[in-house]
């Protein structure tokens, strides 16, 4: 098993920009795909970025492309989220995920270990 932390939440105005941050620890990071989730209020977890082990592919939800970005240092056991030009709708709790696969998965199931999430508040 993986133990994730994230860290880098807060509150922004609209238009800014903010970095989530995501430790891992407790076994071999390098060999792991990792992801971005959030969950609004109310409402379904989703989607956002994923990356895979080797860091050369990544996938985007439809609703970040161009604004946010995945990146990873596998010798700092760390996977980060660049979030520019923030909108009030990506308010939400977000969550990195960690998952034993061969492609870039992006489907809650397809993860097994989850940090306990950070909170994004984008103010209009």
């Known amino acids: 098993q993986v133990q994730l932390v994230e860290s880098g939440g807060g509150l922004v105005q609209a238009g800014g920009s903010l970095r989530l941050s995501c430790a891992a620890s407790?076994?071999?990071?390098?060999?792991?795909?990792m992801g971005w989730f959030r969950q609004a209020a109310g409402k379904e977890r989703e989607f956002v970025a994923a990356?895979?082990?080797?860091?050369?592919?990544?996938d985007y939800a439809d609703s970040v492309k161009g604004r946010f970005t995945i990146s990873r240092d596998n010798d700092k056991n760390t996977v980060y989220l660049e979030m520019s030009s923030l909108k009030p709708e990506d308010t939400a709790v977000y969550y990195c995920?960690?998952?034993?696969?061969?492609?870039?998965?992006?489907?809650?199931?397809?993860?097994?270990?989850w940090g306990q999430g950070t909170q994004v508040t984008v103010s209009s």
């Open positions: 995920a960690a998952a034993l696969a061969l492609g870039v998965p992006t489907r809650t199931y397809e993860y097994h270990s």
């Open positions: 407790g076994r071999t990071f390098s060999g792991l795909a």
């Open positions: 990356m895979h082990w080797s860091g050369g592919s990544t």
